[in-house]
């Protein structure tokens, strides 16, 4: 079975090529944003992709009491969990350095589940940066302009 993810006006479809599963909605503006308090809904739907098993990851943003929050979700239909969100840092990166944006071209769903992606980061250290988000938790990778751990800086 072959999966295929269309971004349809407001609304993530997941078409499946098995026409007895028919079309299934993921996520739609105004409806309520999975991982966020009641109340909180979907802004804006980005990048949608699928990966193989099913696994779905999109980028958008969201809108609530609290204001508007931009954000990263992966996982199966009707499983969706929150990546990573604003103003969150990932494990490995500085507490002070935190996601702002996904660059949403970038989003990489396995098979397994998991995903790798590209953000734009901000605070103490701005620019793009690599995370992966495994078993519900998001590391960062590396940081453009910053020496990975390990590496030395060759004297100049």
Do not use: C
Request: aromatic content about 8%; charged content about 15%; proline content about 6%.
């Amino acid at each position: 079975m072959k999966f295929f993810l269309v971004l349809w006006t407001t609304a993530l479809l997941l078409l499946s090529l098995n026409t007895s599963a028919g079309l299934r909605i993921i996520a739609e503006e105004a409806q309520q944003a999975a991982g966020f308090p009641p109340g909180t809904s979907y802004r804006s739907l980005e990048a949608p992709v699928v990966g193989n098993g099913g696994h779905v990851a999109f980028s958008g943003s969201v809108s609530g009491d609290s204001g508007s929050t931009n954000a990263i979700w992966y996982g199966k239909p009707g499983q969706l969990e929150v990546a990573i969100q604003e103003r969150e840092s990932p494990a490995g990166f500085p507490a002070n350095v935190v996601f702002s944006l996904a660059v949403p071209e970038t989003l990489t769903p396995s098979g397994s589940g998991n995903l790798a992606f590209a953000a734009d980061m901000e605070g103490a250290r701005y620019g793009k940066a690599y995370l992966a988000a495994i078993d519900g938790n998001v590391h960062g990778v590396i940081q453009e302009g910053v020496l990975p751990q390990g590496f030395l800086r060759k004297p100049r």
